[in-house]
């Protein structure tokens, strides 16, 4: 009789446990192990489209294409309708707008914990990759506090002293260096040296970043270059690489992916330039997709529209690349134009390549809403037109 209770005790409490356990996997949604947040400059439709017929004619599919979730993203700083890189990725990264400029505080002076505050309370490996500096605007609005983001060795030194992540891979060197070491930091530190000295891996190529053993879980501190990081140097490798070192990490991982030489050629009218760079984020979220797995939170997230860029005319569908570039000749008109730049005419000069309708030295930002694409099981939540801010708190519910 005891040996048959017992039995049958056992075969509840293992039917109890079996019973939990689908449960569980039915209709408790587990939070995703890798969170991979991609932001960039103007991610909006008529980007997509332009992108689209540059990488592969009006026919082909980018990857982004293939993301599930879509929405509309309202952007802008707090004191002006349109935002910079540092106010529009402040908005992403602590849930507060920021004015223009400013890194990290709101325009009341409050000290949110961002993103990466939160992912490293939850136990999660935290990295930044970036294709330009380390201490430009949208990259450290993710972990550093400054009213000015032009402050660049001051960002640089929270960056260093901190140390809040496991794997960091950009440009910017110059900014961690003193000028009798050729960079520019008044202060005489070596940044790189000290993040050395305290077992970071300091990689100044992808080579040396082969010291890092991606089967352990490195710390890795890559200063890829002076200013931005070499064009020979592709994003989808450095995202690849920053995704085999954190997963090592048990207790899942937040990668934040500031892909900044959109922007900078944006600023400058390099239509060409900026094409290429979206097809290179494109790439990067490709590699994000395949090394992250399909169960990974995959978002990613436009900032501000800088330029007003647009193509014109009516190229033909098999239309791609270098073909697009010049007049199109259908309407014999400039096949990309801006709205603001150096490209603009001045008084006695005529007119250029991708002309723009107003001079400036820089192109400026536009006010636009940006788009915000998602994918994998926690993506439900990308829907419908949201606030900057309000994606803040989507990502930090995933954490």
Known sequence: MKR??????????????????????VYVRQKPFGIVLFVADGLTTS?????????AGADGRLTLDYFSRVALLRGGAADYSAGDPASSATAIATGLRANLRAVGVDPEGRDPRSLVDLARAQGRSVGLVTNGSLTGGAAAAFYAKAKDAGQTEEIAKQLADQR??????????????????????????????????????????????????PWQLPRVFGLLGDEAVPENVELAELVKRAIQYLEKGPGGYLLVVDVSQIETAARANDAERVLRQTVELDRAVAAAWNYAGPKAFLVVAGLQETGGLAMNGYPLRSDRSVALLGTNPTSNLPAFTWASGPNGRSPGQALKPDPAATFASNAVATVSDALVLAEGEAAESVHGVLEATELFEILKREL
């Open 4 to 25: 048959r209770n017992l039995i049958l005790a056992f075969a509840l409490i293992g039917l109890f446990l079996l019973a939990g356990r689908w449960y569980f996997r």
């Open 47 to 55: 980007r997509l489209a332009v992108t689209r017929q540059f990488a």
């Open 164 to 213: 809040k992540f496991n794997v960091v891979l950009g440009g910017g060197g110059g900014d961690f260096r003193g000028a009798m070491k050729g960079g520019r930091r008044n202060d005489g530190r070596d940044l790189g040296l000290e993040l050395q000295n305290s077992g970071y891996v300091l990689a100044k190529s992808l080579a040396d970043l082969d010291a890092a053993a």
